[in-house]
Every structure is written in C-alpha cells, then in structure tokens.
C-alpha cells in the first residue's frame, strides 16, 4: 500500500495538472454568461482531471478509508482540497486517524475484502475470465441443440458457466449437456463450470378441462389473399384413422390405395367440401396437397377417389384437443382450485398443482398468474378453492392456460424446499455439477436443509447459489446470508423475473440495489439474472433498455443470460459490454480512467 506521503504527493500533482490545465481555457471563460462562469470553470477543471487515469489513485484513497474521488463531477477543486486536508491531519498525527495500511486487527483494510470477494467468487466460479472480473453464465437449451459446435461457440464468445435447467428434461439430457460441455472446454482448455438449478416449489396453473378436438389445415396465401403455397399434409398408415398436426393417419387396410394422383374427399367442421390430391409416396408415406383452409374434427368422414371411382371410405377417429385457456378481462371472476377437487359451480376455473399452497390463502390477498400478467384478488374462499377476482388484465383481456405461473406475493407458504424433482436433481447435481442453485429459499431453515442434503449425499466440494424470488425472502435475507455462510463456497442470484413480480416492477430496482451492498458487506458474491439482453438473444437485435440494463449487471460478480437462437451473440455482445463498463466502474464506485474526449 502506498504510503501517506506519497499519496499526497501524488495528489498535489494532479492538483497542479488541473489547474494548469484550466488556466489554459481562460480565454474560453471569458465568453461564458456572468451567471455561469463559475460552473464553466469547474467543468473545465473536470474536463482536465479527466484526462488522466485516477484509478490507481482511487484504489490508493480507497484502502486508506478516504474519499475516493468519485462523486467530485460538481465541486472538483473543493473535493481534491478535501481529501487532500484529510491528508494533512493524518500526516500531523501520524497513527492516529488512519494509518498506512497495516490496520489494527479491528476489521479487515479494504485491501483485504476485495481479496477476500475476488477468493470466494473464484472458489465458486471458476478462475476469473481473461481481461474481465464479472463471470458469464448461459442457460443451456435442450440437449438435442446442445452439440460440440454450440458449445464452442459459447466458450470463443465468452461463457464461464453453463446452467443446466433442471425443472425440463430428465438425467439422460443434463449427463448429455454437461458430459459434452466439459469434454469440449477440456479439449480447448478452457475453464468451465457447471451449474446445475433446481426446480424447485414453483406453483403452475393446470387445465381442468380440454380444449376443442378441431385441427386447423391452411395453405400459405400473399398480401393479396391468393394461395402462395398448398398445405402440405403428410398421409401415412395407422391402426385407425386420426390426426396429429399436418399428418394424417389413414387405417392399414387402405394404405395401398394411397397413391399419387388420388384425392381424399372430406366436408371440415364448418361442412366445407375440401379435397386433399396426393402428389407423391414412398414406402413409408405419401405427400397430399390442401388448397383451401380445413377444420378437421372427429367423425369427420373422407373418401378416397381417383377421377369419379371411389376406392376406399374411413372415418378419422381420433383428433387432438387444443390447449384450453380462459378468457379473463378486468372485474370478471374465477376459480382456483386444487387439483382432484370439484370446481364450484358456474364459474371458470384452473387448477394449482400444489394445493397445499391454496390452503394458506385468505380474503384480501393478491394471486398472481402468467408471470404477473394477471392479477387477482381472493373475493372469497371454498373447500379447496380460492374465488379471485381480476383486478389487473392486458387491455383486450388475457387468455389463461396450463403450465402458466403462479405467484402469492401476501401468502406466507409453507412448501419442502426440495421435492421429489428436486431430489433426483440434487443427486445428478452431486455427481456432475459444480454448483447448484436453489430455487425459492425462504428462510435460513431452507438453507440448513440444504446443506443437510448436500453433507448426506457426500457433496461437500459443490458451490450453492441462493436464488432470492420473493419479498419473504428478501426480508430475511441478512439471516439467509449468514446461514449460508456456514458453509462455502455460496453465492446468492437476484432471480429478477419472480422478485419483480412479487415485490411490484417499481420496487426491483431498489432491492436489488440492497441485495448488492448486503452481500458485497459479506464478500459473497452475486448473479445478476433474468432477461438480460433477451431480445438481443431472441432476434439477433438488442434492445436499447436491455444494453443499459446489461451495463448495470457490471456491479455483480456474474452475470446470466437465458437461451436463445443468438445466445452466442448476446454473450459477445455482454463481454465487450462489461469490458467497456469495468473500465468505469467497480461495484458501485465509479472509476476515473482518461477519457479520450477534452476541450479544444
């Protein structure tokens, strides 16, 4: 650390460098509005100071607990004259306000911390990326995309850890992801680490009833509405008659008679006369021409012709249901109810998948659907349903189906942090990860449990991020940190998608802010997550809100970034952002690196 005295030497230059600096633009403040001539002169003070390169300087001030220079934009000769006096009385009383860096065994020096930071982060991450200190984390997609050129793509743009999504596929998939992930960043020899997150008691809306059975044909048409292109239906043989999407399963028995030049003759659901022409077959399946639009249901009767001779008639018998939804606008009412129990009578309703959770609901509070696109109250309460009323909708309504989120931002849960998924993870996660997140920890009992778990299946060495979802959550974080400090190496992950739902879109910005400072005051380390240059990763074009978004993320120590078709783009495009931004800044303090704009 450098000593007091150098450091006021140093100070006194820059100092004089600024003020030589702005006595040589006297000339240009002699133009300047009376009423403003003293803010030009401390903008061209700034302007001056700026052409230098203070981050060694801060980084100095730093350790020796002073300011560091970075807030001066408005008073620039004041607050180098501050820091500068401070200096003086440390110097006059040489051990007495601050010291040069040894420290007196009553907490750690700023030295240490950020040592202490930058260890904990690598022993949960991996060795830090070439050139940058924030880490780079990508969700893989499913393991059928997941091929050695994928993930060389990703390591070359900059990826440090790969996350395996636990709450989709099976073992089969993720032993497939993460066996080809470390194989490849072996063979390039580059650092990798394996992340894997569990699905944790997340709450999903079921469908109690079936959609219509009715399956769409339609031809593409131009601007103009003519048929630029037939619909093409794959014909095959079957068991019996039925449909799945653009194929059509004829029964066995008339397969033979399937051949190029016939047509198979139907009226659709609307009593529509529709013909499909076979155009070509091979052994295994022929190509049938459609060019108006068809509405296919059960019983839907169709013949096969060549020119006027009929020679064949069957019956399609199976046809697949379309995904039900309910129409939901502002003021109307339904039903949530647990799953094996009777609906009330006479309004719509969707199940919940985990009843326990209905349970806890009382009057008064909010139950969130689709990622907080719905919003409801509880108007009243059944056995084993919750009446809601929507008290938030999309303009036009919202059409509500399975497999959607739920939310209970004003419900206390009492759910098992780790089910029966999350088992089964966990164990894969302790054969062939290194770290695990935990989704929707509650409490520090969720975070004991866990550890339990991990210390039962011999996982000591596997690093836990702590995924922070909810307010509840939140509110308990300092007990959450310092139970996960019990064990290392642990990391926390601002889930940003849920907490915003949960907390309200204007509170996020400020709780993540808290969720920083807490764990940076623990040396614990950070994931910024969710949608972060989604579009970017999506479209191939960014979003200029989700680049300033992804500047901010230059604050945490690890950043994540969803799947998507331009993912590897989008982690290019991240690591030339955070490169850029930790140029100007390190966690919430902004670093003063010479600028190349000056005054003429």
């Given at each position: ?99 040069d860096g040894d420290g007196d065994g009553d ?338 009992d969720d975070v004991r449990a866990l550890y ?149």
């Amino acid at each position: 650390m450098t000593s007091l005295r150098v450091l006021r030497d140093e100070l006194d230059a820059l100092e004089r460098a600024v003020v030589a600096a702005g006595a040589a633009h006297d000339p240009l403040l002699t133009q300047v509005d009376p009423q403003y001539r003293d803010s030009a002169r401390n903008f061209v003070d700034y302007v001056g100071l700026r052409q230098h390169d203070l981050r060694p300087l801060q980084r100095e001030l730093w350790a020796h607990g002073l300011s560091s220079l970075g807030r001066l934009e408005g008073h620039v000769r004041d607050a180098i004259g501050q820091v500068r006096a401070r200096l003086d009385d440390a110097l006059a009383h040489e051990g007495a306000a601050v010291s040069d860096g040894d420290g007196d065994g009553d907490g750690l020096t700023w030295v240490e911390a950020q040592a202490r930071l930058h260890a904990n982060t690598q022993a949960l991450l991996g060795p830090q990326p070439p050139d940058r200190h924030v880490y780079v984390m990508v969700t893989a997609p499913s393991a059928a995309e997941v091929d050695a050129a994928w993930v060389e793509r990703l390591l070359a743009a900059g990826m440090n850890v790969l996350r395996i999504n636990a709450a989709h596929e099976d073992e089969a998939a993720w032993r497939h992801i993460a066996t080809l992930a470390r194989a490849v960043a072996a063979a390039l020899r580059v650092p990798l680490r394996i992340a894997v997150d569990l699905p944790g008691p997340k709450l999903r809306t079921v469908m109690l009833t079936e959609g219509v059975r009715v399956v769409r044909w339609k031809p593409a048409r131009d601007e103009l509405g003519r048929i630029a292109a037939p619909c093409e239906i794959t014909v095959r043989p079957g068991p019996i008659a039925s449909v799945a999407g653009r194929t059509l399963f004829v029964p066995s028995a008339w397969w033979a008679r399937i051949q190029p030049g016939v047509t198979l003759e139907f009226r659709d659901a609307r009593g529509k006369r529709r013909a499909l022409r076979v155009t070509r077959r091979d052994g295994v399946e022929a190509i049938a021409e459609l060019r108006e639009t068809a509405y296919v249901v059960p019983q839907t009767r169709v013949t096969v012709r060549r020119r006027r001779e009929r020679l064949a008639r069957f019956t399609i018998v199976r046809v697949p249901p379309r995904p039900a939804r309910l129409a939901l606008a502002l003021d109307d009412e339904l039903a949530l109810v647990a799953v094996g129990t009777p609906p009330p009578p006479g309004l719509p309703a969707i199940g919940c998948e985990v009843p326990a959770a209905l349970a806890r609901l009382e009057v008064g509070q909010r139950v969130l659907f689709d990622d907080g696109h719905l919003e409801t109250l509880v108007v009243g309460l059944g056995p084993g349903f919750a009446r809601l009323r929507v008290t938030h909708a999309p303009i036009g309504g919202l059409r509500l189906g399975g497999e959607k989120s739920i939310n209970l931002p004003d419900t206390e849960l009492d759910l098992p942090l780790l089910a029966e998924d999350d088992e089964r993870a966990l164990a894969f996660a302790a054969q062939h990860a290194d770290l695990v997140d935990a989704s929707f920890v509650r409490d520090p009992d969720d975070v004991r449990a866990l550890y339990a778990r991990l210390a039962a299946l011999g996982a000591d060495r596997l690093g836990v991020v702590l995924k922070i979802e909810t307010t509840g959550a939140f509110a308990c974080l300092p007990a959450i940190i310092l139970a996960a400090l019990e064990r290392a190496p642990v990391g926390v992950m601002i889930a940003r998608g849920d907490l915003a739902i949960e907390s309200g879109y204007q509170r996020l910005a400020e709780l993540q802010e808290e969720i920083l400072w807490l764990c940076e005051a623990a040396h614990v380390p950070v994931i910024w997550a969710t949608q972060v240059l989604d579009q970017l990763a999506r479209t191939g074009r960014p979003s200029r809100a989700e680049v300033t978004d992804a500047a901010m993320a230059v604050r945490a120590e690890c950043v994540m970034l969803n799947k998507g078709p331009y993912v590897a783009e989008a982690v290019a495009a991240l690591d030339d952002i955070l490169r850029r931004m930790e140029q100007h800044q390190y966690k919430k303090r902004s670093l003063y690196r010479r600028l190349h704009l000056a005054l003429p």
